[in-house]
C-alpha cells in the first residue's frame, strides 16, 4: 500500500466492564480479569439470562454538565476523553471543520427511545432515540464540525468505522477522524437477544465443544486516524487494509459457508497488499456460538492456507462479553497493542477444543509473541462482514 | 419516472481532490406522492392538505408475491426496499442478473426507518426472537441483498440527507478504488408507526413526513465530485423540502429524481441539512469536464 493509502491510528481511548482506560483494558485482557456480571442498570428477573458486561459505574468524566444523559453518548464521551488525553484533541489537531467523526452502533442510543415510548414526552428523548443522535453529541462534545458519520453494520459496526474513517482521510475530506465504536446495554437489546436463545447460562467459550451462546457488554472504544506522513512517530500502529462486505444469506446468521467473511479478508489483504505468509496474528470475532466459530475457523483455514495451524488466533469476548458496536474497535486496538507490548491475551474459558475448530486459539494464558500485522474480523446482522488489517508500531 | 432513456449518463464532477464522480444508471423512486418523480407536488405543504404523514402503505403486489415465503417476516420497509430496487431496474431497463454478485456495491441509509419495528417489539413484550432482527437497520438492505443476490461491498449510514449524501460518496469511492462495479444507495423512510411519536415532536421536522423508498444506480465515471460541509446553512435542501416533505435521508434521491425528470442540464447539486449541520455534494458533467 502506498504511504498515501496508509492511515495511522495515533492513540486511542476505552470505557469497557474490564476497565475504563487502555492501561486497564490492556491489563486485565492479560490476566483474564471477567468483566461479566449480574445487571444491575435495569430489571433482568424476567429473562432467561440477567448477566453481561456491565460497567457499574463511568468513573472516568467527573463532570457530565452539558452532556446528554444518553448512556450510550457517556460511554463515547468516556472513551474520547481518554482519546483527548492521549491524542491532544484539545485543542483540535485540525481547523474543526476538518475534524470528522465516524462511529459505528448496532443500537445507536436505542434505550432513549426505550423511555420515550414509556412516557417520556421531552423532545430530546426522542431524538436521542434516533441511532445517530451519541455521534452527534460526541462531535459537539469535541468541538469537532467536519462530517459526522453514524455506521450500523450490526456488530461489524466498530470495523466499518475505521474503514470510512480512513476513506475520508485518503480522500482528503478531512485531516483528522475520531473513529470507532460503542452500545450499552439496555432491556431493549438483552431482551432481544434473550429471545433469540443466543445468551448463555455458561461462560463465553469460544472454540470450546461446550460452547452455548453470547454474553453482552457495553463499551465505547474510539481512535484518532491521521494521514500516514502527518501522524507523527508516536502512534499505536497503523491500518493498511479493510473491507465490509454483506454476503446476501439470511437476515441473522453468517453465510453457512462463511463466503461473506472470506471475501471481507481476502479484499482487506488485497487492499493492504499482504499475503497469509505476512500475518502474524488474527482477533477473531469469537462470539462463543455454535455456527460462528465452526465457519469463521473454516474461513480463516482457506484464507490461511498451510499457515492456519501457525497463526494464532484469539477471541476477548469470553472477558468483556460482546460489546456489538465497540466490539471491533477494541479489538483492533488489541491487535496492535499486542504488537507493542509482545503479548497475544488469551482466549478465556477455551478448555476441551471443538474438533472443528482446530487452530492455535491461545488458550489458557497470555502467549509471549509480538505480531506486527495483525487481521480482525467481525461479522454482523444483516449478513454483515468486515476485516482489518493492521500493522502494530515499531 | 425519468424519460431519460437506460444508460443515459446524466454526470457530474467536480472539485474534490482525486475522486471520480459515478454515473447515474438508474433511479427508482416511491414516496406517499406515489411513483417516481412525477407524482411529487409542487408544494408539499398544499398537496399534504393538514395531513402529518402521507404513507407508502403497503407495496400489494410484493405483499401478495412473498405471501408464505420467508418474506412473510419482512416488514414494511423491507418490502418498500426491494419495491424501489425493483422500479431502479425498471428505469434501467435491466434484468435482476444485472445487479447479482460480488461485483455490486449496496449502500444503505436512513435516519428512522428501524423506529417501526423498535415500536412494535418493545410494546410486543419483546418476546419474538425472529422480530428482533429487524430492529438492526443493516436488515433492510440484507432483505435486498438475499432478493437479489448483493454479495459485493456493503455498508450502512445512519441520519438524514447529509447521510445520503455520505452514501453518495462512499459508494464512489467504492467504484474509483474498483471494489465493486456498480453501487447502489438505497434509503428507505416509514413514519406511519410512529405518528404519534413524531406528532410530539413537530417543531423538529419543517413539514409534513412522507414516507418514501429509493435507490440509485451508480457506475464509475469520468469526472469528479466534491463532498464538503456547509457550516449551519439553513437553506440547504430547502427547496426540496418545500417540495417534497420530510423525507428524511430520502431526500437527496427525491432531489436527484426530481432533477432528471425536468430533464435538467445543470450540474447537479446537492444539499442536505440535518441535526443543524449542512452538507453539499456537487457533481458535474464529467464527460464535458474531460472534453474541456
Known amino acids: 500500500m502506498s504511504a498515501r493509502g496508509r492511515i495511522a491510528l495515533v492513540a486511542a481511548g476505552v470505557a469497557t466492564p474490564i476497565g475504563q482506560d487502555v492501561d486497564a483494558f490492556w491489563s486485565s485482557l492479560l490476566t483474564g480479569v471477567d468483566g461479566i456480571s449480574t445487571i444491575e442498570h435495569f430489571p433482568v428477573a424476567d429473562l432467561r439470562v440477567g448477566r453481561g458486561g456491565e460497567i457499574k459505574k463511568l468513573t472516568r468524566v467527573k463532570d457530565w454538565s452539558g452532556v446528554s444523559d444518553c448512556r450510550a453518548t457517556r460511554l463515547l464521551i468516556s472513551a474520547a476523553d481518554e482519546l483527548a488525553a492521549h491524542a491532544g484533541l484539545r485543542p483540535l489537531p485540525a481547523a474543526p471543520t476538518r475534524v470528522a467523526v465516524v462511529v459505528g452502533t448496532a443500537l445507536g442510543g436505542v434505550a432513549e427511545g426505550e423511555r420515550a415510548l414509556a412516557g417520556d414526552r421531552r423532545a430530546r428523548r426522542l431524538r436521542g432515540g434516533l441511532y445517530d443522535s451519541p455521534a452527534h453529541n460526541l462531535a459537539r462534545w469535541l468541538g469537532a464540525r467536519g462530517p459526522v458519520i453514524t455506521v450500523s453494520t450490526a456488530c461489524a459496526s466498530g470495523a466499518t468505522a475505521i474503514g470510512v474513517g480512513a476513506d475520508l482521510l485518503r480522500q482528503g475530506l478531512a485531516d483528522a477522524v475520531v473513529a470507532g465504536g ?30 452455548s451462546g453470547l454474553l453482552l457488554g457495553e463499551a ?32 441473522s446468521a453468517p453465510h453457512p459457508e462463511g463466503r461473506g467473511l472470506e471475501r471481507a479478508i481476502r479484499m482487506a489483504m488485497a487492499q493492504a497488499g499482504v499475503t497469509p505468509a505476512d500475518l502474524d496474528f488474527v482477533s477473531a470475532h469469537g462470539t462463543g456460538t455454535l455456527l460462528n466459530d465452526r465457519i469463521e475457523t473454516a474461513v480463516l483455514k482457506r484464507v490461511l492456507g498451510a499457515r492456519a495451524p501457525a497463526v494464532p488466533v484469539n477471541s476477548i469476548k469470553p472477558m468483556l462479553g460482546h460489546t456489538m458496536g465497540a466490539a471491533a474497535t477494541l479489538e483492533a486496538i488489541m491487535c496492535l497493542l499486542a504488537g507493542r507490548h509482545g503479548q497475544i491475551p488469551p482466549t478465556r474459558h477455551l478448555e476441551e477444543p471443538d474438533p472443528e475448530c482446530d487452530l492455535d486459539y491461545v488458550p489458557g494464558a497470555a502467549r509471549a509473541a509480538r505480531p506486527r500485522l495483525s487481521l480482525s474480523t467481525s461479522l454482523g446482522f444483516g449478513g454483515q462482514n468486515a476485516a482489518l488489517v493492521l500493522e502494530a508500531a515499531p | 419516472m425519468s424519460a431519460r432513456p437506460a444508460g443515459a449518463s446524466p454526470v457530474v464532477a467536480a472539485a474534490v481532490e482525486g475522486l471520480r464522480a459515478p454515473v447515474i444508471r438508474a433511479l427508482g423512486l416511491h414516496s406517499g406522492w406515489g411513483r417516481g418523480a412525477a407524482a411529487l407536488p409542487a408544494e408539499a405543504r398544499v398537496a399534504a392538505s393538514g395531513r402529518r404523514v402521507l404513507s407508502l402503505g403497503r407495496p400489494e403486489a410484493l405483499d401478495a408475491r412473498y405471501a408464505g415465503d420467508r418474506f412473510r417476516r419482512a416488514t414494511r420497509e423491507c418490502l418498500w426496499a426491494l419495491a424501489s430496487v425493483e422500479a431502479m431496474l425498471e428505469d434501467g ?35 419474538r426472537g425472529t422480530h428482533f432482527a429487524y430492529t438492526a437497520p443493516a436488515v433492510v438492505p440484507a432483505e435486498v441483498a438475499i432478493e437479489f443476490g448483493l454479495t459485493g461491498p456493503s455498508t450502512v449510514f445512519i441520519g438524514g440527507p447529509p447521510a445520503t449524501l455520505h452514501g453518495i460518496w462512499y459508494a464512489a469511492t467504492l467504484l474509483a478504488e474498483g471494489a465493486c462495479d456498480r453501487a447502489l444507495v438505497l434509503a428507505v423512510e ?73 430533464g435538467a442540464r445543470e450540474p447537479l447539486t446537492l444539499e442536505g441539512r440535518w441535526r443543524g449541520a449542512s452538507t453539499v455534494l456537487q457533481w458535474q458533467d464529467g464527460q464535458e469536464t474531460a472534453g474541456g
Open chain 2, 93 to 127: 431497463e435491466a434484468a435482476r442478473e444485472a445487479i447479482e454478485g460480488d461485483g455490486t456495491a449496496l449502500v444503505f441509509v436512513t435516519a428512522a426507518v428501524y423506529a417501526a419495528s423498535n415500536r412494535a417489539f418493545v410494546e410486543g413484550g419483546g418476546g
Open chain 2, 190 to 262: 416509514t413514519f406511519t408507526e410512529c405518528e404519534d411519536l413524531y406528532a410530539r415532536a413537530r417543531r423538529l421536522t419543517g413539514g409534513p413526513l412522507v414516507e418514501a423508498a429509493g435507490c440509485l444506480w451508480l457506475e464509475p465515471g469520468a469526472g469528479t465530485i466534491a463532498l464538503r460541509p456547509a457550516g449551519a446553512s439553513r437553506a440547504a435542501g430547502a427547496a426540496i423540502r418545500a417540495r417534497v416533505g420530510e423525507t428524511f435521508a430520502c431526500e437527496p434521491l427525491a432531489a436527484i429524481a426530481a432533477w432528471r425528470h425536468r
Open chain 1, 182 to 211: 460503542y452500545d450499552a446495554l439496555s432491556r431493549f437489546v438483552m431482551r432481544g437477544f434473550d429471545a433469540l436463545r443466543s445468551l448463555t447460562r455458561d461462560q463465553v467459550r469460544p472454540f470450546d465443544r461446550r460452547r
Open chain 1, 220 to 251: 465505547g472504544a474510539l481512535v484518532l486516524l491521521r494521514r500516514d506522513g502527518e501522524a507523527g512517530p508516536r502512534r499505536l500502529g497503523t491500518l493498511l487494509g479493510h473491507a465490509s462486505v454483506g454476503d446476501g444469506a439470511h437476515i
